[in-house]
């Protein structure tokens, strides 16, 4: 069986082998950032619905769990923001039912401020929202928001949630030099963390190629000082993603696998060797064949090649 709304699984930094769970079709997000690893909003929205359906989603699932390994997380993502999927709790509700793997979401936490947003994910093991911005400039320079959204709905969404919800919250703060790093902004971001209460905040920067060019990566050494800044015991900055030496390779057609698993996003050929735990040999060969075929195309970025789909 050919997964739609499944994939993976795909080694997280954050979360171990993670089988992804993808409710939304290609980038339709109520936030439109410039890093984004699936490139720009084609839809900006903030309204919700059964953008695809829960008995496709469930009958994959189903299947997966009956031929496969368990991951060690099912994993809310995508290309766009799963909670404009009013299903997603009852798609949430079945996997709690059907299996004893953890429930993650990654989410951009945008919708919080909807008590039924909120109630829906109560049952995942861990949510993982993003928070880049705390005040408006920041706000609309890194993230590109609707004018339906505000810096405090936004923020007390985080923080109703946090009253309403016992499992973990790993809030994710994503930093591009020169948009979101200003004093003003750390510090608003500082007073909302201590409201909202997280269990972790995890800092990262871009990785991969983002949505719009003349963005760079934070450096360690400015990770750091902002860790420093914020003097927060929550705060860390994520580490780099777990190896997968011993991880059975799931899928038969390299072919397509390569291309599945960089169509939802730009991997080097140490992440496709990682995700499909295929020989690296074997992966260039493929690789040159599809660049020649102008199928793929390459970025040199600061961690190396990166593969994406072209748009021919
Ligand atoms: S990074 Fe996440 S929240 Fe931002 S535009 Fe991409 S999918 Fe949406």
């Known amino acids: 069986m050919t997964y739609q709304y499944l994939f993976g699984p795909v080694p997280s930094r954050r979360l171990g082998m993670s089988l992804g769970v ?5 980038k339709i997000c109520s936030l439109n950032c410039v890093y984004c690893e699936c490139g720009r909003t084609t839809k900006l929205t903030t309204e919700r619905e059964e ?46 039912t059907h299996t004893e793997v953890p429930v993650a979401v990654l989410t951009n936490g945008t919708l919080f401020y909807d008590p039924e947003v909120r109630k ?26 609707p004018r339906t959204l505000n810096i405090p709905q936004y923020i007390q969404g985080l ?14 703060v994503l930093i591009i030099p020169g948009l979101n790093d200003n004093r003003e902004n750390l510090e608003a971001l500082k007073e909302a963390f201590l409201r909202i209460q997280p269990d972790e905040i995890q800092l990262n920067t871009l990785d ?78 493929y690789l040159d064949v599809l660049e020649d075929e102008k199928k793929i195309v390459s970025v040199r970025e600061n961690r190396g090649v990166f593969y994406s789909i072209a748009n021919n």
């Open 22 to 26: 993808d409710l939304i079709p290609h």
């Open 51 to 96: 953008y695809v359906p829960y008995e496709k989603v469930t009958e994959e699932i189903k299947h997966y769990l009956k031929n496969n390994p368990s991951p060690d997380f099912f994993t809310f993502s995508g290309s766009g923001e799963p909670t404009l999927n009013n299903r997603i709790g009852d798609v949430l509700h079945f996997i709690k």
């Open 120 to 145: 829906e994910l109560r049952e995942a093991d861990v949510v993982l929202p993003s928070l880049d911005a705390a005040e408006p400039v920041a706000f609309k320079k890194i993230n590109r928001p």
């Open 159 to 172: 923080v109703d949630f946090r009253k309403e919800y016992s499992g973990k919250i790993w809030l994710e």
């Open 208 to 285: 991969r190629p983002g949505a719009v060019d003349k963005i760079r990566a934070a450096t360690r050494r400015e990770l750091a000082e902002i860790v420093r800044f914020w003097n927060l015991p929550q705060v860390k900055i994520i580490a780099a993603a777990p190896d997968r030496k011993k991880i059975v390779s799931y899928r038969s057609d390299t072919e397509s696998a390569i291309l599945e698993t960089i169509k939802r996003r730009p991997c080097t050929l140490e992440d496709l060797h990682q995700i499909l735990g295929l020989h690296i040999n074997e992966i260039n060969k």
